[in-house]
Structure formats: structure tokens, C-alpha cells
């Protein structure tokens, strides 16, 4: 005879509390994220190497530090966000797996974990405004959202640290969101504006964006009438008076413009509109007919989108519209005028590449369309049988683009470049050959680095701690040892 233990009404209402609470929400958000993230692009981890920047940025993390390289890996901006993660990848590296030369695939775990992160924010920060249903169609629109895979942008993205930072808007976006409708303390603030302060610190375009966060109070005072003296006592107020002198004091001001680019003349009108509009805008709902689009219809569906959210969208929601337009036009204008080349890439709605540039306007406009389908879904609240359309249509848009770029076929363009053990075959030779060089690269028979140098993946030498290079090697050779002597029926 079995006994069966029903959980007590106070064990089922624990229970339930904890799987409606926006912290676990979000925790199984971003794990869940992950895993999407890696089946859509998992070449960084299967193939690992690092990739552009990430392998100079590691070595500048590795002999200069974070902060040194956060501030100064380009003469333009701050990387803060791009070295953190670089960072966390070398940690986990060393800390956990006990193998530097397992950074590529530990990087590659990081950068799956925070664009996870980063799409489940509206999960933990905006249910108050959105409610929880759009809030994952917003979380599932952003892991599916058609990425150029197939091509070599989708390449340079997913598992990456080097482009991250165009993400940071996204971020931004957000706080800046949760900061305006549901911020008030100061406790509450300070957590909302260090992450601000990084995103600044990554983004330069975040920058501009903290004119929102003044918004608020500014309107308390110039509509409201409320006494400045009233506003400098509260408590976001201070958090935000703290956040603009940070802001200033680690961005400082640049000190040169788009090193190692040249300058190039731009875009044409018909480029701009498809940069800014059909790239930059419209391409979270446009997307599936992106190829048939032309300069004429392009503004013919933005101005038909604008009337739309106007007239159906909540009037609660249009400072929101005006900010997120404003965001991508911004940036949409940097593109233009200083990358107009991008047109190129484009070919006239014949390819989407390179995505990581419009990556952030599209979260951002993503975001836009969650938030009127909520309104949409309010105001037919009295039509049970029609309420339901707005967010059955946000999730047919992500099966599409699940479907459009399935995660059970892998491009062939993921492995344009693959790591046939060419990085520790380098390392194991830098050894051998006694290349020891101290912080700044300069050769010392006793210096603490190892220069790695691989001509097939970078034009620059890697520069790793000697220490944990020599370490990695002997677990490395032993592993292959044990593996040779141990009988084939024990590796399995």
C-alpha cells in the first residue's frame, strides 16, 4: 500500500509565490536564454577561439588590468562592459576550469549568460508596465530575433565579448524605463544607476539617453511646481546627481575619433532610409518581407506604423514611443553620417548584414511593439474573445523567426574560422622558445607573460600570465596521458 503526500494549501501557496516572483521569472528567463542563445549560434563554444578585439582586449586585460583597459583600449570610448566580461571570462577560466587556455570557451559561456541577462530584463524590471505576459513575449522576441546567422555578422555576435557593447543600449533602455515609472527611493535607484554608469561607460550613445532619467523631476519642477529645494532631498534625485558626476568623471572626454578607421562620406537618401527606417526601426515587424522593400514603401510603412501606434496605442505609452524613436534616430544619425558605407552592406534590401550595428535599434523598436500590443491587449480587456490577438500575435512573430533561422541547423557560416589546436600549439612553442615579456611586451627571460602569436587568427601576439600558461600545458599534457593509457572501455 502507497502513501501519497499531497503538499499542505501553505506548501502549494509558498510554491506559487516563489514561481510568480519576478526574481525566479528572471532567473529561469535567463537560463532558459542561454540555452537558445547557444543552440542558435554555438560555434564560439564548439570551435572556440577568440575572435577581433576580444584577442587584444585580453591580453590588455591580462598585462594592463580591467580598469586600465576599460578606460583606455580605444582613444574614442570606454569598454567597461567589453573588459567585465572579458574579465569574468579569464576568472572563470583560472578559477573554475584551472585552464587559461580554455578562455575562448569560457568567454564564449560569459557572453551567452549576459545576452541571456539582457533580454530577460524586461522580465524583473517592467511587469508594472507591461505585464507579465508581454513582458516574455518581449524575452522571446529578443532570443529569436533574426540575426543574419547564415552570414558572417551572425558570426561576430553570439559568444562574443567584442560586440556586446552595442547591447548596452538596449540595457539603457530599460533602466531608463523601470527608473522613470517605478524608481523613487534611494536605495532603489543606486543599483538601477551603477548599471547606468556602465552602460554609459560601454556605449557612448547611452550617454545621451540619461537626459530621460532628468525627465521626471524636471517636469515635477517646470509643470508640477514643486521646490528645487523639495527634489534635491529625494533620494533618486541624489542617486541621479551622483550618476552625472560619475558619468563625467569616467567617460572624461575622447580623445580621439574612430581610430584605425577611415572616414567615410555619407549615405545617400535611399541609404538612410534604409538605415535608419527599415534597418534601424522597423525591422522587429518588417523583417519577413525585408528583401521586398524599397526607399518609397519603407517611409510608406513607418508613417502607417506611427498612425497606428498613435491611435491605438495607450497615451501612457507615447512618452515611452517618443523616447524609443528618438533613441534609434539617434543613432540611426551617427551610422549615416560617420558609417555610411553600412548602405553598401546593405545593398538595397538585398542583405541585413552587418547586423551588430542595428542589433540595439532593433531590441530597442522590439520593445516599442511589446508595449503597444499591451496596449491593444488593454483596451479590448472588455472583449475576452479578442484580448488575447496582441500577444498570440507577438508569439507568431517569434515562431517565424524561429522557423526563419532555425536553431536545429547550424550555418556553415558559423565555422568560418575554427580552432584546429593552433592557439596551444602556439603557447606550447612561446614556451619552449623562452618568449617571456614583461606588461609591456618588451622580452625579459624572467617575465611574467607568455607571447602567443598565431598569424592565422590575429596580426598581434597574446599575452597571458606565464604562470597560468605553464599550468594549463602540464594539465593539458597529462589529460592526453591518461586518456592514451586508460583502456578504451573506461572513456565512455
Not at 256 to 279: I, Q
Not at 386 to 403: G, N
Request: with cysteine; proline share 6%; aromatic share 10%.
Amino acid at each position: 500500500m502507497s502513501i501519497v503526500t499531497v503538499p499542505s494549501a501553505a506548501l502549494r501557496a509558498d510554491l506559487g509565490r516563489v514561481l510568480a516572483s519576478p526574481a525566479f521569472q528572471f532567473l529561469a528567463a535567463t537560463a532558459i536564454g542561454t540555452v537558445i542563445l547557444f543552440a542558435r549560434a554555438p560555434a564560439a563554444y564548439v570551435s572556440p577561439l577568440l575572435f577581433a578585439e576580444d584577442w587584444h582586449w585580453t591580453s590588455m586585460v591580462a598585462s594592463r588590468g580591467l580598469v586600465d583597459t576599460a578606460l583606455h583600449a580605444r582613444g574614442d570610448y570606454a569598454i567597461l562592459g567589453n573588459a567585465l566580461l572579458i574579465g569574468l571570462g579569464m576568472a572563470l577560466a583560472e578559477g573554475v576550469a584551472g585552464d587559461v587556455l580554455a578562455l575562448p570557451r569560457c568567454l564564449a559561456i560569459v557572453s551567452y549568460v549576459f545576452f541571456a541577462v539582457s533580454f530577460a530584463l524586461p522580465v524583473l524590471l517592467l511587469r508594472r508596465q507591461l505585464g507579465g505576459v508581454f513582458c516574455w513575449a518581449a524575452w522571446l522576441l529578443a532570443c529569436t530575433m533574426p540575426l543574419g546567422i547564415e552570414s558572417w555578422s551572425g558570426f561576430e555576435i553570439l559568444g562574443r565579448a567584442v560586440n556586446v557593447g552595442f547591447v548596452f543600449l538596449f540595457i539603457a533602455f530599460v533602466l531608463l524605463w523601470h527608473r522613470a515609472s517605478a524608481v523613487r527611493t534611494f536605495a532603489a535607484a543606486l543599483p538601477v544607476d551603477v548599471a547606468l554608469l556602465v552602460c554609459t561607460a560601454t556605449n557612448p550613445m547611452c550617454i545621451p539617453m540619461l537626459a530621460a532619467a532628468a525627465w521626471p523631476a524636471a517636469r515635477r519642477w517646470l509643470v508640477d511646481r514643486v521646490p528645487a529645494a523639495t527634489l534635491a532631498r529625494e533620494g533618486a534625485f541624489v542617486s541621479l546627481c551622483l550618476l552625472a558626476v560619475a558619468c563625467v568623471a569616467v567617460n572624461g572626454l575622447p580623445t580621439a575619433s574612430r581610430p584605425n578607421h577611415e572616414a567615410s562620406p555619407p549615405a545617400s537618401f535611399a541609404g538612410a532610409v534604409e538605415m535608419g527606417l527599415a534597418r534601424g526601426l522597423l525591422y522587429p515587424i518588417v523583417w519577413p518581407v525585408y528583401h521586398d522593400l524599397s526607399t518609397w514603401s519603407t517611409l510608406a510603412v513607418a508613417a502607417a506604423a506611427v498612425a497606428v501606434a498613435w491611435r491605438w496605442g495607450q497615451p501612457r505609452h507615447r512618452p515611452l514611443v517618443l523616447g524609443g524613436i528618438a533613441t534609434v534616430a539617434m543613432v540611426s544619425a551617427v551610422l549615416v553620417l560617420k558609417r555610411g558605407e553600412l548602405a553598401a552592406f546593405l545593398g538595397g534590401y538585398t542583405f541585413t548584414s552587418p547586423d551588430r550595428y542595428f542589433y540595439a535599434q532593433n531590441l530597442v523598436a522590439m520593445l516599442l511593439v511589446v508595449a503597444f500590443a499591451s496596449g491593444v491587449a488593454e483596451r479590448l480587456r472588455g472583449s475576452p474573445r479578442l484580448a488575447w490577438l496582441p500577444a498570440a500575435a507577438l508569439v507568431c512573430l517569434a515562431a517565424a523567426a524561429v522557423l526563419h533561422e532555425p536553431p536545429w541547423r547550424i550555418a556553415v557560416s558559423q565555422f568560418f574560422l575554427a580552432d584546429d589546436g593552433a592557439v596551444e600549439a602556439s603557447a606550447r612553442r612561446a614556451c619552449l622558445a623562452g618568449r617571456f615579456v614583461d606588461a609591456r611586451g618588451r622580452p625579459a627571460s624572467d617575465g611574467p607573460f607568455v607571447e602567443i602569436s598565431v598569424p592565422r587568427l590575429a596580426d598581434a601576439p597574446l599575452l597571458l600570465p606565464r604562470e597560468a600558461v605553464e599550468r594549463a600545458l602540464a594539465f593539458r599534457a597529462e589529460r592526453r596521458q591518461f586518456l592514451a593509457a586508460a583502456p578504451a572501455t573506461s572513456r565512455f
